[in-house]
């Protein structure tokens, strides 16, 4: 001790490792959150993992710890999982070839609700949607990009109508503000876009590149969308206005991302949904 007191610059570099030395030991788990413990890249175990008839919350919430500066702490967002939805939920993952954390994440994951598939290279969102509903087995199916851009929290309002008989294919319809477009071409691209939609289909619909599209799994399948890329949105528009289908609109909030946060929609797939949009418009009306 008197040693200590008469080196207090050293003391108090002690103390400080040993204060950051404890900060990386302990993890807090809320009873709401759930945690993965990874080891050189691999997950070893979840912290408040979730268990078939036991309440969220009894199995690793809490005080935790965990090997210093070896072990890393992943929180998992379960945003989609934990809304409360007016009918049974399955949630399909498909992880396109991701060089991030999405596997390690994915693999220490539990819950009775989630399948998850993975391709082994990145195959697009169109290749990955499809890859979902050939794994799906619900009645209905919405897109959900895990970027959460758009709210999960908002689901329910686009099931609304479908229980109340009033519509089985849902958009969810984006209101663009300053602070929720990416940029002013972006969102004249997407009204661009739609007013051609609208003008070869007579139509009048309000987004057609929105993710949120909720409509019968089985009709999906039908439409048989080929486009590997972010062309699906303009083809299963495309396709069910062909069909004489109009969409029932939901109004939804909507958070850009920007091109560092990954954002990754060009001009480039402008052109692309105008050309699905004229092709499939060409196309003899498929039988009612």
């Known amino acids: 001790m008197n040693l200590l007191l008469r080196r207090p610059v ?7 490792f040993a204060l950051v030395i404890l ?25 408040n993992q979730y268990r078939v008839g036991l309440p969220l919350g009894s199995d690793g919430a809490g005080l935790n710890w965990r090997i210093p500066f070896v072990d890393n702490l992943v929180w998992v967002d379960k945003r989609v999982l934990d809304v409360d939805y ?26 009775p609700r989630l399948v998850v598939h993975r391709h082994a290279g990145n195959r697009g969102k169109g290749a990955a949607i499809r890859t979902a509903a050939e794994q799906a ?14 709210a999960p929290e908002q689901i329910p309002s ?3 109508p479908v229980l109340a008989g009033e519509a089985e294919i849902v958009y969810g319809t984006r209101t663009f503000g300053s602070h929720t477009a990416f940029s002013f071409w ?6 661009g876009v739609t007013l051609a939609a609208n003008v070869l289909y007579n139509a ?13 799994l089985a009709l999906y399948r039908e439409l048989d969308i080929r486009s590997a890329g972010f062309g699906m949105e303009a083809e299963i528009t495309a396709k069910l206005l062909r069909r004489g289908m109009r969409p029932y609109e939901v109004p939804i909030s909507y958070k850009a991302r920007t091109r560092a946060d990954g954002k990754k ?3 480039k797939d402008g052109v692309e949904a105008l050309w699905i949009l004229i092709r499939i418009r060409l196309r003899p009306a498929p039988p009612q």
Not at 140 to 147: E, N
Request: proline share 4%; with cysteine; glycine share 6%.
């Open 186 to 191: 972006y969102v004249m691209g997407n009204k």
């Open 23 to 47: 900060l990386n030991t302990i993890v807090v788990v809320p009873e709401t959150r759930q945690a993965i413990i990874t080891r050189f890249g691999k997950p070893i175990y979840i912290l």
């Open 137 to 150: 087995t619900g009645d209905f199916m919405i897109i959900c990009d895990a970027d959460l851009e758009y």
């Open 10 to 16: 050293a003391s108090a570099v002690l103390a400080l």
């Open 204 to 216: 009048y619909i309000s987004d057609l590149e929105t993710c949120f599209k909720l409509l019968p």
């Open 86 to 111: 007016p009918c049974e939920l399955e949630l399909v993952v498909v992880d396109d070839g991701s060089a991030d954390r999405t596997a390690e994440v994915l693999a220490g994951l539990h819950d």
């Open 265 to 267: 929609l060009t001009w």
């Open 158 to 160: 686009l099931l609304a």
